[in-house]
């Protein structure tokens, strides 16, 4: 039930890769490591004006039971409020979980199976009423609905009998295991320990919906804002949204978002160059504008970088994400491990960050986990390649593995223009194992065949491309899906490519659950990502770097660890 879901939250992230992409596949220019803070315009930010947000997608689905990432992505966290949300500060402190409805990050029972929230004082929705438990606990079960699918999984995987509801509109009686002792109180009774809900916790299913406003699948035209602003305009599913103060709406309840404009205009369906283009420009109102969706390109990179201007506005983020090569040792000649690590070896990282379009969009990546130490990054190279391939070790590899002549092999990869599984790596990773002796023939897939192809057990490939992003920044929504055993689908959409199903990976995996200490947590995810690296059922190939525009009048530009793009509840344009 989970895998369509999954899904969603995976091809949000390949979109951004997308337009990481756009434009020529080259060696771009160098990047400076890091995320930028709290730059933009000078002056001290102000309340007032209207910031115009410039986007190619439209924000369908604007309920809460339907967004899928923390707090609904940029625009959605304006309007809704959940019980806890990402801190909203720059860099890697922005990678922390911290209270928003609720007083605290929740209080776990001794084995983390029981969590329980108290609200703030004074929490109302744009209409005045006050916020209650209940309307939280109400939010949670529509979520349920079949009518309004598409968010995150993990609550119906995690509460008690959660498998088996279907939501209030067919069952009345709601679920048992949320429980509201009072109008402040919630409680949260799930079948397994969990040490991390309170990540789960930043997922707008947790946003209150008034059961009496509740109106199916229309309430994505006016849903009920429990946030500094609240929606006077939805038309063109999302395509144009006008966002205005809500008045009931209170600061001294609120230390994350900053709510400075007094208008948020949210134009979308612009093609990417022309959102740059206008950026760029910053003339009249787009000199208060940003883009929540759109990345410069390579070619649109190296004409900023060379305006000292221009480079000014170009906010860099990381967002927790790696594009990898996917084996599947069920296919001969990867059941043997030494061709997989004889791979490994002949990888040259250097071309396919440059086919990915330069390492100022791409790092080069050896471990599995990101770079960040939110999700437990421990730095390792089990098959050190060296900044252009070890062809010398692979060869010595395949000869051991009965290999001594080559041998020949396809990659299977997409045709989409994302420069993530696209034909540039692909074709950067066959010329890298032509030297080792391996003759790679290419087989690219139109997006939707190789979706269907890549994530079904029964028609997987030996040797593709493919990618993952977390849904929070830990290690466990990143390792688990990929390598916990118990979660290989084989009637359906199957994320595990290398089906891999080591008792003693599971057993970690349950263990690590256990813990609400999340920095000890951190430790062991990235432990065992080194434990796993070393069975070669990957070859981890780079992190994507974003780098978005924005316009000149634009201040407090914060971007975090968790998101790696601006956050819009941060800026300022007065």
């Known amino acids: 039930m989970r895998q369509p879901s999954v899904i969603s939250r995976r091809v949000a992230a390949a979109v951004v890769v997308l337009v990481v992409g756009s434009g020529a596949a080259a060696c771009g220019p160098q990047d400076s490591k890091g995320s930028d803070s709290s730059s933009g315009a000078a002056g001290k930010p102000a309340k007032g004006g209207t910031l115009t947000v410039l986007n190619r997608a439209a924000q369908e689905d604007f309920d809460p039971a339907r967004l899928y990432t923390s707090g609904g992505g940029n625009v959605p966290s304006l309007v809704f409020r959940t019980l806890t949300t990402r801190n909203r500060e720059a860099g890697a402190a922005g990678a922390k979980v911290v209270p928003d409805l609720a007083t605290d990050l929740g209080t776990p029972s001794k084995n983390a199976t029981v969590w329980t929230y108290t609200l703030k004082d004074g929490l109302k929705y744009e209409d005045g009423t006050a916020i209650t438990s209940a309307d939280i606990k109400y939010g949670i079960e529509r979520s349920f609905a079949a009518e309004l699918s598409g968010g995150a999984p993990y609550l119906r995987d995690w509460l008690i009998g959660g498998a088996d509801y279907r939501g209030p509109y067919k069952d009345k009686k709601g679920l048992a295991s949320i429980e509201t002792p009072d109008a402040k109180t919630i409680v949260f009774h799930l079948n397994k320990p969990e040490g991390e809900f309170p990540y789960l916790a930043t997922q707008t299913q947790t946003t209150p919906v008034p059961k009496a406003k509740d ?21 063109g599913d999302g395509e144009r949204l006008v966002l205005e103060r809500n008045k009931f ?30 950026l760029s420009a910053s003339r009249g109102a787009d000199a208060a504008a940003v883009t929540t969706d759109t990345n410069l390109g390579p070619a649109e990179l190296a004409k900023v970088t060379g305006d000292k201007k221009l480079a000014a506005r170009v906010g860099t983020g990381h967002f927790g994400y790696t594009n990898y090569i996917a084996f599947n040792p069920k296919v001969k000649p990867f059941d043997n491990p030494k061709v997989r690590q004889a791979i490994s070896y002949a990888v040259d990282r250097t071309s396919v960050v440059n086919a990915a379009g330069g390492s100022s969009l791409a790092e080069p990546a ?38 001594a002549k080559g041998l020949t092999i396809t990659l299977t990869h997409s045709n989409e223009k994302n420069f993530a599984t696209s034909p540039e790596i692909a074709t950067a ?30 028609s997987e490939p030996g ?58 947590a951190a430790k062991r995810w990235g432990a065992l990502d080194k434990k796993i690296g070393e069975q070669a059922v990957t070859v981890p190939l780079f992190h994507p770097v974003y780098k978005r525009l924005y316009g000149e009048s634009v201040k407090n530009v914060v971007i975090s660890d968790w998101t790696g793009v601006l956050d819009i509840s941060q800026v300022a344009v007065k």
């Open 366 to 403: 050896t471990t599995f986990l990101p770079e960040q130490a939110s999700f437990g990054y421990n730095a390792y190279d089990a098959f050190p390649a060296g900044r252009t391939g070890n062809a010398a070790k692979a060869k010595e590899l395949l000869k051991e593995a009965g290999y």
């Open 429 to 458: 990773i066959q010329e890298a194992l032509k030297k080792a002796g391996i003759t790679v023939k290419l087989q690219g897939l139109e997006s939707n065949a190789y979706s269907d192809k890549i994530y079904n057990v029964k």
């Open 215 to 235: 109106t199916g699948t229309k309430y994505e035209n006016h849903p009920i804002s429990s946030g500094p602003y609240k929606v006077v305009k939805n038309e």
């Open 463 to 520: 040797f593709f491309l493919t990618g993952w992003g977390a849904d929070w920044p830990s290690g466990g929504p990143f390792l688990a899906p990929i390598f916990d055993g118990r979660q290989i689908v084989k009637n359906g959409y199957n994320f595990n490519a290398s089906q891999l199903d080591d008792s003693s990976v599971n057993k970690e995996i349950d263990e690590i659950n256990k813990l609400t200490d999340l920095s000890a």
């Open 249 to 278: 709406w209170s600061a001294a309840t609120d230390e994350e978002r900053k709510a400075y404009p007094d208008r948020i205009d949210v134009r979308s369906g612009l093609d990417s160059a022309v959102i740059n283009q206008r």
